[in-house]
């Protein structure tokens, strides 16, 4: 079965990939790229883009929308992750963070599947952890580097793309995701 997986990000792009393949998805990337609109849930954006893109695209496809949470700046960067990490980075998330010591934050993760003459499918992931007081790692993108999920001491930077995704939001996400598609597809 081939799935496209609309993203310009070539990190996320290769996450799914080595999810996929695991149950006999192959997977194309489209990235041409779709309207985000602003508003306050990744599900918003989510569905948003799925319908969208129901209109441009003829094989099966999803969209993966995902931020960090922190918790002691009330959820930011939360759904304007990206634009933050371009404007500001780590080291602007780790200066805002001076002098905390609650240090707790949140990976949330929505996946939206569409097949067509199908009703678009929903599936979430998340990874609770902690903010790291430097950076650490070269690996993986984002605010990978000063991210610390529950149960390593490692930062998501400090992982290969396989230690990630036992860990990660969008690994859990892409989990059922790969899930739902072993089941349609009848792979054991």
Not at 100 to 124: C, H, N, P, T
Not at 155 to 182: C, I, P, Q, W
Request: net charge positive.
């Amino acid at each position: 079965m081939e799935v496209i997986f609309a993203t310009r990000n070539k990190g996320k792009f290769e996450e799914a990939r080595r999810k996929l393949e695991e149950v006999g998805v192959k997977l194309l990337q489209y990235d041409g790229g779709y309207p985000e609109i602003q508003a306050d849930d990744l599900m918003e954006v989510a569905l948003y883009g799925a319908r969208y893109l129901s209109r441009k695209l003829n094989k099966p496809f999803f969209l993966e929308d995902a931020g960090l949470f922190i918790k002691t700046l009330n959820g930011f960067p939360g759904i304007y992750s990206a634009y933050v990490f371009r404007k500001i980075g780590c080291k602007g998330i780790l200066k805002m963070m001076e002098g905390m010591e609650d240090r707790e934050a949140w990976f949330r993760s929505v996946i939206a599947f569409k097949e067509k003459g199908k009703r678009l499918r929903i599936f979430e992931g998340v990874c609770y952890g902690r903010i790291s007081y430097e950076e650490r790692g070269k690996k993986g993108f984002g605010f990978d580097p000063i991210f610390i999920p529950e149960g390593s001491d490692r930062t998501f930077g400090e992982m290969d793309v396989r230690e990630k995704n036992r860990y990660s939001h969008r690994g859990k996400s892409l989990d059922k995701l790969a899930e739902y598609l072993r089941r349609r597809i009848g792979k054991r």
